[in-house]
């Protein structure tokens, strides 16, 4: 029996490995030269803000997924609708009538995030609730709506307010748009009730209904292409609306066992006439739609060699929770340096209140951020990863002038500089200079028994230049590695 579950195991082990590398693999490279130097510049902004609104941001509670018919840890029911579904998604859909977030203020948003370092934004224009952000002609259930108290405000059209106060900031702007939609009568046809997060109807049993749906996705993400500017992404999320066998090995759950196909390329070329050389990011999906890859409240253990970026909330979750616990500006800082040094982008999300702002602590971390980028930005922005990437708790980048970057993540408790920092992984050449990103002068450093010793002189280790990690840059780095 032992050896039966050995000899199992090593099959199952085998076999996930092989599954994983070979998603790993399908990456596919966009072959449109403009979305291919798109991306190469979106690789040198490394710093994202998402924001997940919604009118659940009025309960508190989280973002669409409460609604949907799972019973999974983050699609619990609470309050006194809990106890009946359809009276629950009433309940929630009419939240409408109540969102009304007058202390809304996108260019004050705007202002925080490009002076903590943000370069491009991504907003929920619509998430899977199906509630629009933006004002579309093809749903009553927006903000723009009659049915909605801030429609009568001058910035009722939030995600048009959105795009052109951060487009000001000189941010890159992204679309977050859900392709499943729970209020859709298309999508949860009131025929049925919904089982899942799926389709509730078969759609090869009803095309019709299916085409119509299709229609409707496209139509919405043409007005997003058509009328809010210049959109950099289109971020598409709700892997599992694909067609049956293609999405993510990794989250077979609820997918593959339904044909949802959406006609990605159909709305890929509709996109790129629209907003040429546009970024589609078809989440999960393992296509040539899948423009760079979005590992989600994690960071990858290796460099990946495909583009990339972690989506990350900065408190616990995407919506905003009131009293919700925010990361320290340590951990958002050491994680942006891990994930640059992997070659990867960071998407730091921020839920704002119901009333149109962000909590005092998101701007307390945006500051900290911003002082900590002031300083150091140039070891993260327009970088590329260099070998060794990281050692113990050093990690680089490589600017494209070919100066190495060594950023040493500070212990918690520790605030001053060590006298002495070592490394082994990176080679100066002879006549190299090595500095401290905001400290003036050239520090002593010597190569010893193949490890690199810089010396930090005594102004430096007892005023830092900043908090939480230190970058040395290195001038010129040896050939010999
Ligand atoms: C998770 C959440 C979803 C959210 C997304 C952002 O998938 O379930 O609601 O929009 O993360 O990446």
Redesign the pocket.
Known sequence: MKYFTIIIGFFMFMFLNSYSQEHEKSYIRPTDPLVQSNIEAWQDLKFGL?M?WGTYSQWGI????SICPEDEG?TQRTGAYSKDYFGYKKAYEDLQATFNPINFNPEKWAKAAQEAGFKYVVF?FK??DGFCMFDTKYTDYKVTSAKTPFHTNPKANIAREITTAFRQEGFKVGA?FSKPDWHCPDYWWPYFPPKDRNVNYDPAKYPERWKSYKDFTYNQIKEILTDYGKIDILWL?GGWVCPKNINDPRDPGYSKLIDQDIDMAGIAAMGRQQQPGLIVVDRAEGTEFENYR?P?QQIPEKPLDYPWET?MTMAGS?SYVPGDTYKPASVIIHNLVDIVAKGGNYLL?IGPSPLGEFDEDAYARLKDIGDWMKVNGDAIYNTRPVAPYKEGNICFTRNKTGEVNAIYLAAQNEVSIPTIIAMRGIRPAKDATITLLGFTGKLKWKMDGGELKINLPKPAVAKPPCKYAWVFRISKVSQEN
């Open positions: 998402l997940h989280v973002e669409s997924w983050w929920t998430h899977h977050y999320d979005t989600e989506c995407w999300n």
